[in-house]
């Protein structure tokens, strides 16, 4: 899936509402202003980054002389564009000169395997080497799980039992990715937040492990977000994103939700770029975020 029908309910819930919006009061006064801020609020953008927002409005309105609240519309799309825009890169890190490492973090149905099921197909079909490391060896049914997209995507998987050390899986997956001259290993980690210091641990071990193998590994650690969760999506990463080294953002099913201004908020209350975003559960609905791209599918 591409933006524009991954978007489909974002865009009936945020921009057809403030198309409505402009349609029925045409003048740009202080209800106009209030009902914008309840659809913009309402569609996850964030308090504090719609107050900013409503107030950049204020300004340009009155410096562009701007009356005619359907003029206000492609003001509205502008100034999202800005704030979704950074500096930083939004492509996946890559090691030059061999093996690249991704992890991947968090919690439990986020849609984590589903990722890096989407991924290893989109690395296969540029030609890559792929392979996975089944790291949740916690939750039962994790490993089948994520050899069920490795078969979809023509992946290997390297797992252990279940239950076993994750760190001892993630050694065996980088000797078994040297071996066979493997360009990407994508690799699961167990999601459990609840026994929070056990798992950051764990992820350490795991770090060690991939860091003492490949210099510079992890290339990536990418943790994975719900954006059906809105808000809640935000305070996990906030909780857990900063301490373990995480390196970009995933949130998937946009597709599923019609409060996509969630991406608003996180790109302006984390330092941490999306990197991918999730429109679908297929394995093709998997896209690199880029903040031109969404806006137009949302406002064209
Ligand atoms: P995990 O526990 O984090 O590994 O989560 P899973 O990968 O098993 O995904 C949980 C559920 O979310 C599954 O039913 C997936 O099909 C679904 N899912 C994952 N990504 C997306 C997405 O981008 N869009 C939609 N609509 N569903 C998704």
């Known amino acids: 899936k591409q933006f524009k029908d991954g978007l489909e309910k974002t865009r009936k819930g945020l921009v057809e509402k403030v198309s409505d919006l402009v349609i029925r009061r045409k003048k740009i006064d202080e209800e106009f202003y209030e009902e914008l801020e309840e659809i913009l609020i309402g569609a996850d953008v964030g308090v504090s980054t719609v107050m900013n927002l409503i107030e950049d409005l204020r300004v340009e309105v009155k410096k562009r002389r701007i009356e005619d609240a359907a ?126 210091t056990n798992l950051m641990e764990e992820l350490n071990k795991i770090f060690r492990v991939i860091q003492r193998e490949i210099p510079g590994a992890p290339h990536e650690v990418l943790m994975v977000l719900d ?13 857990f994103g900063e301490k373990s080294g995480v390196t970009g953002l995933v949130l998937t099913k946009l597709d599923g939700t019609a409060k996509g201004g969630i991406v608003v908020a996180i790109r302006q209350e984390l330092n941490l770029p999306v990197k991918l975003v999730g429109l679908g559960e297929k394995i093709d609905d998997l896209q690199p975020f880029d903040s031109e791209q969404f806006v137009h599918a949302l406002f064209a």
Not at 227 to 239: D, E, F, I, V
Request: some cysteine.
């Open 227 to 239: 954006a059906t969760t809105g808000q809640n999506a935000l305070q996990q990463a906030k909780l």
């Open 71 to 196: 003029e206000l519309q492609p003001v509205l799309s502008e100034k999202l564009t800005e704030l979704l825009r950074g500096d930083e890169n939004n492509e996946l890190r890559m090691n030059p000169d061999g093996i690249t490492v991704i992890l991947f973090v968090g919690v439990n149905g986020v849609g984590k395997t589903t990722t890096i099921g989407k991924l290893a197909h989109r690395f296969k079909q540029q030609g890559k080497k792929v392979m996975m490391a089944a790291g949740d060896t916690f939750r039962a049914g994790a490993i089948e799980q994520l050899e069920v997209w490795g078969e979809r995507a023509g992946v290997e998987v390297i797992k252990q039992q279940a239950g076993s050390d994750p760190a001892a899986v993630m050694f065996d997956a980088v000797q078994a990715a040297k071996q066979r001259g493997v360009d990407v290993l994508l690799c699961d980690t167990a999601g459990r937040l609840q026994n929070k």
